[in-house]
């Protein structure tokens, strides 16, 4: 009963800090694309040049026909990529959230815990933005809006509550294990090949979906693919979705009782 009263003043503090995240998520996204020539174009050059070589070498080099769906490889492909982009940006960002904002950590009035936060809005700012490009590749290629789009908050929601947890977490650590952050980029890499991203799961035997669906990566891609492409509520797969939902309330919770513990210690480390 302490722990959830515990966590529930946590959220609450995070709550009334809301027009400071919003500046902060503002001022970090700013700071990091509007200060080189091409500014704000950085921010969606490398995720789509990433995208384009999958697609050249999976899609037109080995003539992948990974999705019985019906669209275009490339349609498939960019379904599954940008709900990625912002899941494995918003991680690897939000782990060295404080670490790289070691100078805020003795300023008193400071709410240190807003910090991943801001990381992670910026990231979902990134995200917006290919989401744009998305829906107009969409609409190019004849997938018009359908009421199955309107599920995209619901994934889109459910994603940040995980990497909230998850970066509270191993932003937490990383301020006393440095190793974190490599170990946060290796985990990336792995996850990409290991999610259905540009290969379909009918590619594995059956026996072993579990162990992909087991991944959380994989339920938000499946997600917007079933939103934007298949027309699959997310109600029609209700066991993956329960699983889902308790490991983003787990990640969550967690994540905020270890960084309340550990949250003394971090000025006397940076």
Do not use: C
Not at 211 to 232: C, E, T
Request: net charge positive; proline share 4%.
């Amino acid at each position: 009963m302490f722990l959830i009263k515990e966590f529930i003043l946590f959220l609450l503090h995070i709550f009334k800090s809301r027009k400071l995240i919003y500046n902060l998520i503002v001022y970090d996204f700013k700071k990091n694309y509007l200060g080189s020539y091409l500014g704000l174009a950085w921010a969606f050059i490398q995720p789509l040049s990433f995208v384009l070589i999958i697609w050249v070498v999976f899609g037109l080099g080995f003539r992948a026909q990974p999705t019985t769906s019906g669209a275009p490889f490339v349609i498939w492909l960019l379904a599954g990529m940008v709900p990625w982009f912002f899941f494995s940006g918003a991680i690897s960002s939000g782990s060295t959230a404080i670490t790289g904002n070691a100078y805020l950590i003795r300023k008193i009035f400071f709410r240190i815990s807003i910090l991943p936060l801001v990381k992670i809005g910026s990231s979902f700012l990134i995200h917006l933005g290919l989401l744009i490009f998305l829906v107009v590749a969409l609409l190019l290629n004849g997938f018009w809006p359908t009421i199955y789009w309107l599920q995209l908050p619901f994934y889109g929601a459910l994603t940040i509550f995980f990497v909230i947890g998850l970066s509270w977490f191993t932003g937490s650590v990383h301020v006393f294990v440095k190793d974190v952050s490599s170990i946060i980029g290796i985990l990336i890499q792995m996850g990409f090949w290991l999610t259905p991203i540009f290969w379909s799961l009918d590619l594995v035997p059956v026996k072993f979906h579990y162990l992909i669906k087991l991944n959380p990566a994989y339920f938000i891609v499946d997600g917007y693919r079933d939103s934007l492409i298949s027309q699959i509520w997310f109600w029609e797969k209700p066991t993956w979705t329960i699983y889902y939902l308790a490991i983003s309330s787990i990640t969550l919770i967690f994540g905020a009782l270890v960084f309340q513990r550990l949250r003394p210690h971090f000025a006397d480390v940076l």
